[in-house]
């Protein structure tokens, strides 16, 4: 059996996404594919996200922010949201999960830690459900 594909999303693929992904791929152990983009996205990887993953020992400071493409959303199995709203692709079949989140962009470490906290809750709910 294949491993299952989980594309995480959000605007500018630099921060929730990227951590999500960092999270996964950490905790999965290569159980899952793990794919992240961004509808808009950003130059780099916000650097509070980073600091804040590389509290937790998982580095993602080489990730580079990706664009969302429709191929990307067809190899996946789970498409995991993070307000992109509209400009997210969808495909019948595909399982689709919004998470809610705020956004860590402009925000400092200490409020960027529940944000990075809550993600892991819900990739471990993911993992869960998907292994």
């Not at 130059?43 to 600091?51: F, I, S």
């Not at 962009?105 to 709910?125: K, M």
Request: aromatic letters at 4%; proline letters at 6%.
């Amino acid at each position: 059996m294949s491993r299952p594909a989980v594309l995480f999303v959000c605007v500018h693929n630099a921060g929730r996404s990227q951590m999500a992904a960092g999270y996964l791929q950490h905790l999965a152990g290569g159980r899952i594919e793990v794919l992240s983009a961004g509808s808009q996205p950003a130059d780099r990887v916000n650097p509070v996200a980073v600091a804040a993953m590389a509290e937790e020992g998982i580095d993602i400071a080489a990730e580079q922010p990706k664009v969302l493409t429709s191929a990307a959303v067809q190899e996946a199995d789970v498409v995991v949201t993070m307000g992109c709203g509209d400009e997210c692709p969808f495909f019948p079949g595909k399982r689709y999960e919004d998470w809610v989140l705020d956004d860590p962009a402009g925000q400092g470490i200490d409020a960027v830690r529940p944000i990075r906290d809550e993600i892991r809750r819900r990739v471990e709910t993911l993992i869960a459900s998907l292994v």
